[in-house]
């Protein structure tokens, strides 16, 4: 085991430091240490070191010897970065792990752990942080250099620092302007995520005063009675609630917002703005001493029951449930044991109300760690974890690279979400099995929680390797949503359809309206028409670089890429045929908002979906927008079934449920359970049943039933069955290979070789290699060998070296040349 307290060495031992560098490279290297550093060296610090022949890389510390590499000259550390390691002895067992696991390099590994800022290299972009004002005389002569230089150029690379200084090591002075915060790091592009803000009104200690009160009102009623009208109503509001929010002002009293500026102004009013959830929640249910319900009770004691002897325990409760509030007592019990908690969510965007949940319990304890963040906030709240200032971490799958100190439990909310699952780049790990492997090296516990959890975790759960405690009822009795398919084909036959919503989803939606509730659409595709087609000669614009169809949207009214990004403009005549009659097929989201909005020119419509919530604040926007019930409409891809929880939305509608249930994969059927039970959870979770519609062209479908059922047991043993009778997880293990190249007909030879050498050694656990639905990406063709493997009987860390053993022997041929060879182990 690796020992990470500074070891005393003398002055003229000469010693070496093996060291992960960021990079895809097989080998850690080994670098010598110059006397002068023999003691300040440590497992887990990191140092500067050139690789290659004139490389500047931040490099971490994974041992420290005496023996020197046999095959190179040892190259000597250029610094040492940190006073005491800034990567601890469980985190680089967790990254081996990782590695190992996953099939890819600890400097991968590296990459994905590490914030930018902890791992300066040559090719870093540096930039002056616009928000600080810098202090020129306070700065040295080489920080002022450099400050002038990026005055003049906005981007200079760690490169260019090197040479304008004149020196090469520059790493410690911008380590050191980094956290006076002069600069940042110009890769990273995030915008901050910012909290929800509303503006509070109280009323001026001064007219607590009931004569001056009685003086006020006659002067304003003469004046502005509006303004009297809206302190009126505040006064009735505050007999019943200790808060009032400027927009329940505005909306009782029916004064305009200048009304309430004009009080504000006149100092009868005082406003703050304060930071709050953006999603509803009831204070009551969330006050800091709620109560659990009976059900909820059993839950928790049985949980630490289970936890008594099982690591791993599944909280299987309906959508509603109150899962939130167990949760919070068990961080309670973890806290005032002394030990720190993990809380992974899938979409940490749309689950603010969660964070301010636990802010209002463990305050300035817990800590929110996500891509959302800049650089700077990520490095302080990595700082934070390793100073111990953080007892509780609330964040998206990178937060298992945090430096925790003693992990006590780890909660996996929503654990069967595809989210949890990184594809590219290297590692593609899986966050929810890899918070169970780093819980076992803290011998911590997780609890895995979700509604519809995925077949692999119910499965252990099943078979008693995990623990099961299950949730049937909504918290508070509420009851779950009535839910009604309708039939596309009947609807058509009867003319009862208006463009693609059914006559029932229709009415629906226009009762819930005229009750002033709000409505979700789910329509799982974005942009407006998924394809163009020539009605002549059947001609389909395809993108240049990809093997797929363009898709049209309205809003830029280009035909877009949805996996490289390529556009071009809509034609108006086919250019292969000459034709005008060109038309669109299919419909997403954009187009789904168009049509209704033409149906229901009163309602106020918004489109949540990747297009409308790239921009900075976007997605806060329209969740304010849906709360405070500015959107009476909101039609969206899946980011709607994750984490809403409004008072008011009481229709729920599945626009087309057959693009889920045909989809080519093995899980269609469990993904499109979940989903649409999901979806349909988003209804009603306050009080009065919700509805759900869900439209069709196959009504019988059997996972249909089972949704309206809501069996998930029934969907589990059917779908099982299966599984096990055609070799598929959880049975089965899958590991999947990529083979990549830009030319088609080497790309051929390449795969077929690759799968001969595999099958000399698993034989007819291999298949393929096959062209994948979407056979070229960014110039790149694509071929996949799949490797299927018995959980039972058979090594699967040799089933790994071998498989290994087979790519770089690969790799060593003149066949490889220009190939990418990428394994996934554990594929989503």
Request: net charge neutral.
């Amino acid at each position: 085991m690796l020992e990470f307290a500074e070891v005393q060495h003398t002055d003229r031992e000469t010693l070496f430091v093996e060291v992960i560098l960021p990079l895809a490279i097989a080998k850690n290297y080994t670098y010598r240490v110059p006397f002068q550093m023999n003691d300040a060296i440590a497992v887990g610090k990191r140092v500067v070191v050139q690789f290659g022949k004139s490389k500047l890389y931040t490099a971490v510390i994974s041992s420290i010897g005496n023996q020197a590499p046999e095959k190179y000259e040892a190259k000597y550390l250029m610094d040492i970065l940190d006073d005491r390691p800034t990567v601890t002895e469980k985190q680089l067992q967790f990254w081996q792990w990782l590695a190992e696991y996953y099939l890819c390099n600890m400097g991968e590994v590296m990459n994905a752990a590490l914030p930018s800022a902890l791992k300066l290299a040559s090719e870093t972009k540096i930039g002056l942080n616009k928000d600080f004002e810098i202090d020129k005389p306070s700065l040295h002569d080489k920080e002022y250099l450099i400050v002038e230089a990026l005055e003049l150029q906005p981007e200079l690379t760690v490169g260019d620092i090197v040479k304008l200084l004149g020196q090469k090591t520059v790493m410690p002075i911008l380590k050191l302007m980094f956290e006076k915060n002069i600069i940042h790091i110009s890769e990273e592009v995030s915008d901050r995520y910012k909290p929800r803000k509303r503006t509070f009104i109280t009323l001026n200690p001064v007219y607590n005063n009931q004569d001056n009160l009685r003086e006020l009102f006659p002067i304003l009623e003469k004046r502005a009675p509006k303004q009297a009208d809206a302190l009126l109503a505040y006064i009735k509001l505050a007999r019943h609630q200790k808060v009032i929010s400027k927009n329940e002002l505005i909306e009782e009293s029916g004064a305009s917002d200048a009304s309430i500026k004009s009080l504000i102004e006149k100092e009868i009013f005082i406003a703050e703005e304060k930071n709050v959830s953006r999603l509803y929640f009831d204070e009551e249910e969330f006050s800091s001493d709620f109560i659990l319900s009976e059900q909820q009770t059993e839950a928790l004691y049985n949980i630490n029951q289970q936890f008594e002897d099982k690591d791993v325990v599944l909280l299987h409760g309906v959508t509603s449930s109150g899962k939130t509030q167990i949760y919070i007592r068990l961080i309670e019990d973890m806290i005032n044991s002394g030990k720190q908690v993990l809380y992974l969510l899938p979409e940490i965007a749309l689950t603010t109300h969660i964070i301010e949940r636990l802010r209002q319990y463990f305050g300035s304890n817990i800590g929110v760690y996500h891509s959302r963040f800049n650089d700077n906030e990520r490095v302080e709240v990595w700082q934070k974890v390793l100073n111990h200032e953080y007892k509780v971490v609330l964040g998206a799958r990178s937060s298992v690279f945090l430096p925790f100190d003693d992990l006590g439990l780890i909660i996996v909310d929503e654990e069967h979400e595809t989210s949890y699952k990184q594809f590219d780049p290297a590692p593609r790990y899986n966050a929810r099995d890899a918070a169970i492997y780093l819980a076992n090296t803290y011998q911590g516990k997780v609890l895995l929680g979700s509604a519809t959890p995925s077949f692999e975790t119910y499965y252990n759960a099943r078979l008693h390797k995990y623990g099961l405690v299950e949730l049937t009822e909504r918290f508070g009795g509420v009851q779950l949503p009535k839910t009604e398919v309708v039939s596309i084909t009947e609807e058509t036959k009867k003319k009862t359809m208006q463009s693609h919503f059914t006559g029932v989803l229709m009415e629906d939606m226009k009762n819930a309206l005229a009750n002033k509730e709000q409505v979700i659409l789910f329509q799982n595709r974005r942009g407006y028409a998924p394809l163009l087609i020539c009605k002549v000669c059947a001609y389909t614009p395809k993108c240049i670089n990809c093997d797929v169809s363009l898709t049209y949207h309205k809003s830029s009214g280009k035909l877009h890429c949805h996996y490289c990004g390529y556009k071009e403009d809509s034609p108006t005549i086919c250019p292969a045929c000459g034709s005008t009659h060109l038309e669109y097929k299919g419909f997403g989201t954009e187009k789904v908002e168009d049509e209704l909005s033409l149906l229901l020119p009163d309602a106020k419509i918004s489109r949540m979906d990747l297009d409308t919530t790239r921009s900075k604040n976007s997605l806060q926007n329209i969740l304010n927008d849906l709360e405070e019930k500015k959107i009476d409409i909101l039609v969206g891809t899946q980011m709607v079934a994750k984490g809403l929880d409004f008072s008011d939305i009481t229709v729920i509608g599945i626009i087309n449920a057959d693009s889920l249930l045909k989809y080519p994969d093995y899980r269609a059927n469990e993904r499109s359970f979940q989903m649409l039970a999901q979806v349909s959870g988003r209804a009603g979770r306050r009080g009065k049943q919700g509805k759900v519609v869900i439209q069709t062209y196959d009504p019988n479908h059997r996972v249909i039933k089972q949704v309206i059922e809501n069996d998930y047991q029934d969907l589990y043993l059917t779908e099982m069955t299966e599984r096990k009778a055609f070799k598929y997880p959880p049975f089965y293990r899958i590991i999947n290979l990529d083979i990549k190249h830009k030319n088609p007909e080497i790309l051929y030879n390449q795969a077929e070789y690759l799968a001969t050498e595999l099958r000399k050694n698993f034989g007819d656990r291999v298949i393929g290699p096959e062209f994948p639905l979407v056979s070229r990406i960014r110039n790149y063709y694509i071929k996949s060998i799949m490797l299927k493997f018995e959980k039972d009987g058979v090594s699967i860390n040799k089933t790994k070296a071998i498989i290994r053993d087979v790519i770089i022997q690969f790799q060593t041929t003149k066949l490889s040349k220009g190939s990418v060879v990428q394994p996934d182990v554990d594929p989503y």
